[in-house]
Structures are given as C-alpha cells and as structure tokens.
C-alpha cells in the first residue's frame, strides 16, 4: 500500500468514524469536522464512501448514515434509519458543533441519581464530561410541549442538588437548544425556578 492510499483510507476511517457517533451527518457538518476543502472535493470524498453510508435528503441537503456494511467496520448491530426525528438528530449536531465536539458525545444515555435512597432517572439527549470534568446535559426543544420541559427542569433541579452534594459544591451544565426566543426565555424561568445552571441558545433554522 503506496502512503497515498493509507492517507486515503485512513481520512476514509475518520470521516465514517464522525458520522457513526452521530448517526446522521449533512456535507456541512463533515466539512466542518474534517478537512475536506471546497464543495466539489466534498462531494468527491462523500462519493467514495457510497459503499459504507446511504443518504437521504434533510430541506435540500444531503445527510448521510452507516449503511450496513459501514456499521459492519465498526461491528454495530443497531440499525440506522432516518425517521420523521431526523430535524431532531440534525440539530443535535448543530448543539455538537457549537459546544466545539465533545469527544465524550453520549447521545441518549442515562443520568442517574438518588434521592432520600430512591433511584432515579433522567435521559438526556446527549450527556458529556467537560475539561474539568463537570457533567453536561444536552436537550434538543423543537417542539417539545412545554408542561414536559417543565417537568425534566424539576428533575434536573433534583439532580443538581444531589451532584452539588456529591461533588463538593460542583455544578451540572444542562444546554437547552430551542428554536424561538419565546421558547428561550420561558425555559430560562423553568431553570431559575428549579435551580438549574442552564445555558439556552437558539437555533432558528430548524422551526
């Protein structure tokens, strides 16, 4: 194998490697993780990888997924289809991307606490440890009904305080990204109401 070819494939590697962790990937995102140059060599490097992804069509731009025999390099068995939560998936990686992509990018995975010795739960859509090693939550809020984003901020105000006691006085980071300033300030409210150290941004383009 000439040092081209390993270059080659080891971009190849990097490339499928960006988009399994999260699971959908547009141009865009890729092009901002990788260097891929301008569109046209983009579309190029995209276009070898045919083998491994399949892609669909997210409001004229392409968005690409492991087929099977990509997951097959990464020997994952979970099966990836673009579903109507796709808008959903496609701003989580917005929220990646303006949170500098974390390494530590566990989409959907539990937080767990307790409470006077009761266990309990809260699936976020995305949770991560920073630098210093401070839990961050994730929530995407497209159109999430607001009594339900009501009740996770409680939650989260319960697990702030028993991370606060775990911790030595250390504080979560949730990140709620929403689509309306409406949206923006009335989780804010829920947040300062809860005790809950929250960071909201808004991302308009997915309305």
Known sequence: MNIQTHIKLNRQMMILTSIR???????????????????R??????????????STV???????????????LFDDTEKIVPTIRLAHSLMRNEAWLYLFCP???????????K??????TIIPD?????????????EIDRTQMMNINSEKMKRYGEFTTYYKNKYKGKIPIVHFFT??????????QFAMNNGVYVKVYIVPEFQ
């Open 21 to 39: 962790k999260l699971k959908f990937a547009t141009r865009r995102h890729l092009m901002a993780i990788h260097d891929l140059g301008g569109i």
């Open 41 to 54: 060599n983009a579309n190029r490097i995209l276009k070898d990888l045919s083998a491994f992804v399949n």
């Open 58 to 72: 997210y409001k004229k731009e392409y968005v690409y997924y492991l087929n099977k025999k990509g997951r097959a």
């Open 103 to 113: 390494d530590d990018w566990q989409i959907e995975t539990p937080i767990r606490y």
């Open 115 to 120: 409470i006077d010795d009761k266990k309990k």
């Open 126 to 138: 995305v949770k991560f440890r920073d630098e210093e090693g401070i839990l961050n939550a994730v």
């Open 179 to 188: 689509v309306t300033e409406y949206r923006q300030k009335t989780l804010e």
